[in-house]
């Protein structure tokens, strides 16, 4: 990594697109995806076991109760994005397709991430624990509004299902382990304080997993045939331009509210985010008859595109966030000595 960072190479988005490459060359499938599947699961579970063993309950509870923090992402994951993927409509038929435009409004109304937003609020040392409540919060709340928006703003050839084992899925995954952290901090909480690498590593880790599966599974969808290049380009500059829109409305709807840096970061990374791993079921149940790997191709490139600026981005706060830190360790001892006099 220090190599890589003389010639300006981040090496965990090095990492990125290796997983992209290798998913391309050998993607997951058989048993390999299944046992990929369990793998990401187990990653995730970790990662929420680790946070809830970091953070102290006072921090947890403060989370829990940031409730303007969650009323901004959540208005910017259910508001601001379907009226942005309306107003995307300018574009049909010149430069987007009705079923290219479809895809594009659908990634709009699935909810936040869960995993990545908090690993990346977790780089860039922001508030872990709003982003944990605001990102599964979010989750919870998308299994009963995307259907709903996608029923007023879109058309189906299937029932829109409300699934409540989705909300118990999120619940078993995220919460129960975060709990158990909780449970187990009086004995690992200090270990895991004292020793951030491995933190790091589940950190990274878990959106390695989550390239690789994403890309794994578009190849065994054999989505990128149905496509020219052409037409994957223009979805790469479309979610290109969303994703900028978004993040420069989070970033300045976080200045405007007052929000800490450690709140704006959380608003950034949770707000400007798509969840893969929700719209593709969502996607499956509610287009039904269609072809669903078309409809959700916007969605993984969009996905793809956020883990890679969203890995930038955190990267470099984390490391002025850490250059503060260490100048102010550094001009502790220096002021401690001027007061002494």
Same mark, same amino acid.
């Given at each position: ?129 709003? $982003? ?7 989750? !919870?709340? &998308?299994?009963?509004?995307?259907? =709903?928006? *996608?029923?007023? #703003? %879109? ?121 893969? $791993? ?7 149940? !509610?287009? &039904?008859?269609?072809?669903?790997? =078309?409809? *959700?191709?916007? #969605? %993984? ?41």
């Amino acid at each position: 990594m220090r190599f890589l960072s003389r010639f300006s190479i981040d090496g965990f988005v090095l990492a990125i697109f290796a997983m992209v490459g290798v998913a391309t060359v050998v993607p997951a499938s058989g048993t390999g995806a299944v046992v990929l599947d369990w793998a990401t699961k187990a990653a995730i579970a970790a990662l929420f076991f680790i946070y809830g063993a970091r953070l102290s309950p006072a921090q947890a509870w403060q989370g829990v109760k940031h409730w303007r923090l969650h009323t901004v992402i959540l208005a910017t994951t259910f508001v601001v994005f379907p009226l942005l993927g309306l107003a995307l409509r300018v574009l049909v038929p010149g430069v987007l397709s009705e079923e290219l435009y479809a895809g594009v409004l659908f990634l709009c109304l699935v909810p936040s991430t869960v995993q990545s937003s908090i690993a990346f609020t977790s780089i860039a040392r922001g508030n872990v624990g709003g $982003a944990i409540v605001s990102a599964s919060f979010s989750n !919870l709340l &998308g299994v009963f509004l995307t259907p =709903l928006l *996608v029923v007023a #703003l %879109m058309h189906t050839t299937g029932e829109a299902h409300i699934d409540a084992g989705a909300a118990v899925a999120i619940v078993a995954q995220l919460l129960v382990p975060f709990l158990l952290g909780q449970l187990a901090r009086p004995w690992i909480g200090g270990w895991l304080t004292r020793h951030a690498q491995p933190v790091k590593l589940v950190d990274r880790g878990s959106i390695l997993l989550v390239v690789y599966a994403a890309f794994s599974a578009g190849m065994r969808e054999d989505i990128w045939s149905k496509v020219g290049v052409g037409d994957i380009l223009v979805l790469l500059a479309v979610s290109a331009v969303l994703f900028a829109v978004v993040a420069g409305t989070t970033t300045w709807a976080g200045k405007l509210f007052g929000f800490p840096r450690e709140d704006r970061i959380v608003i950034l990374f949770a707000g400007s985010k798509k969840s893969l $791993a929700s719209g593709l079921p969502m996607a499956a149940v !509610l287009f &039904g008859g269609t072809d669903v790997g =078309l409809m *959700v191709l916007p #969605l %993984m490139l969009f996905h793809q595109l956020q883990l890679i600026a969203c890995a930038v981005i955190a990267q470099r706060m984390g490391r002025q966030a850490e250059a503060h830190e260490n100048a102010q360790a550094d001009a502790a001892p220096a002021a401690a000595i001027q007061n002494s006099h």
